[in-house]
């Protein structure tokens, strides 16, 4: 045998490990998955091709529900960058109390968004701390419905505090990237501090800040957790029918042309990131 088929059986056999954990957990789930939306494959009966699954997303129920989970993306990932991105350029800034600064807003990273979702509950319930202290202030004249509420604040509200440390920790590292040189060589050129910001701090972070949005956005869109809590019964979210569609009524047909609806719009959406990332990169 050559050495050079040796090299080429030794480098297969170190990718094998990787390439079947995929194989086995990644693609063989998402075909499955295909499939029985079109009922290929049943879990609780008879197999077989029908495109009556994709036909029931039709009714305005389901669309609702995708137009909802759309707001909950959208709004979870650009208010989640409201935040994060003025506080990365605090923290990139050498601030009294950075470093604690720099501790603590990490900490929604290791809480899981189920202990999350009931911590934010008794913070924004009718009679939890938000509401009590705008009633104090004569702000509002009866507490807020943010649990439960059509348009999802609630839910926004706990996806923001637990993604603005997850978008800050990769701004950050692309904004501490950027050479200093530049930043002091567009100082000593009568630079202001806002003007560093606009023409140099966020042109150069955009390709994290990109990264940052599409991630949040994926998580918040396929998120199940925090809208089964505290969303509204209706609209509510697809993960959440899904998890209905197989868990309740049994048709795992309908969970599967649910989840591919979610998996199509990830892919999407990526694919859209990939596109407005090489306009940015030029």
């Known amino acids: 045998m050559s050495r ?7 480098l297969l056999l170190l990718l094998l490990p990787g390439a079947g954990f995929i194989l086995a957990f990644f693609v063989l789930p998402l075909i499955a998955t295909v499939l029985s939306s079109f009922g290929l494959i049943n879990f609780a009966g008879e197999s077989g091709f029908t495109l009556a699954h994709y036909s029931e997303l039709k009714k305005d129920f389901y669309s609702v529900a995708f137009i909802f989970s759309l707001w909950i993306g959208l709004g979870s990932s650009f208010g989640s960058l409201m935040i994060a991105l003025p506080l990365c350029l605090i923290i990139r800034e050498k601030v009294p109390g950075k470093e604690l600064i720099n ?3 990490k900490i929604p990273l290791v809480i899981p968004a189920l202990i999350a979702t009931y911590m934010l509950m008794t913070v924004i319930a009718p009679h939890g701390l938000f509401n009590l202290v705008l009633l104090k202030l004569n702000i ?8 439960q509420d059509k348009w999802g604040i609630g839910i926004l509200l706990v996806q923001i505090w637990k993604n603005v440390p997850f978008q800050a920790v990769i ?7 950027i050479n200093k040189e530049l930043i002091d060589a567009a100082r000593n050129l009568g630079a202001g501090s806002w003007s560093i910001i606009r023409h140099i701090l966020i ?3 955009m390709p ?10 994926i998580r918040a869109f396929g998120g199940f ?3 089964l809590l505290i969303g509204p019964v209706y609209p509510t979210t697809i993960p959440v029918l899904m998890y209905r569609s197989a868990m309740e009524d049994g048709n795992w047909g309908l969970a599967g042309a649910l989840a591919t ?7 999407l959406v990526i694919a859209g990131y990939n596109r407005l990332s090489q306009k940015v990169h030029g």
């Open 103 to 105: 501790s603590l807003f």
């Open 171 to 177: 701004i950050l590292a692309v904004m501490e990237s």
């Open 208 to 217: 994290g800040i990109l990264v940052a949005l599409i991630l949040v956005f």
């Open 140 to 147: 509002i004249d009866k507490p807020l419905q943010l649990i």
């Open 225 to 227: 957790e925090i809208p």
């Open 261 to 267: 609806v979610i998996i199509v719009t990830s892919i």
């Open 4 to 10: 050079m088929l040796k090299e080429k059986i030794a």
């Open 203 to 205: 042109p150069l972070s």
